[in-house]
């Protein structure tokens, strides 16, 4: 069974508790709304176990063991954590993700 699979069977009991979405809001509450790794404030946040529900049953419903993130750190770490490489980020892709990330604060540049 993959890492994804086994890691789905463990959190998903966790995730579908009213638990669980008193403790998600005191979380993002905690974290002042915001990725606690990038900081980013818009779009969805995810609530992350530090250490994961399947190697720390008991830490579940911990809210030290939960973090804010956003889709594309929460995915980083899990990665990480699975056993892949962590990205290589070239200075020509940092340069894009910027130029991006500009445009969406000023889609209409001065030209």
């Known amino acids: 069974m993959g890492m994804i699979r086994e890691h789905r069977r463990f959190s998903r009991p966790v995730l579908k508790t009213k638990r669980w979405q008193v403790l998600r809001h005191v979380v993002l509450e ?15 946040l995810e609530i992350d176990h530090i250490k994961p529900v399947r190697t720390n049953p008991e830490l579940a419903f911990d809210p030290s063991n939960c973090a804010t993130r956003c889709p594309s750190c929460h995915t ?7 056993g892949h490489p962590a990205p290589i980020i070239t200075p020509e892709r940092q340069a894009w993700g910027q130029a991006v990330a500009d445009l969406a604060t000023n889609p209409n540049p001065a030209t």
């Open 30 to 44: 905690r974290d002042g709304w915001a990725c606690v790794d990038c900081g980013q404030t818009r779009g969805r």
């Open 76 to 82: 980083k770490k899990t990665r990480i954590e699975c």
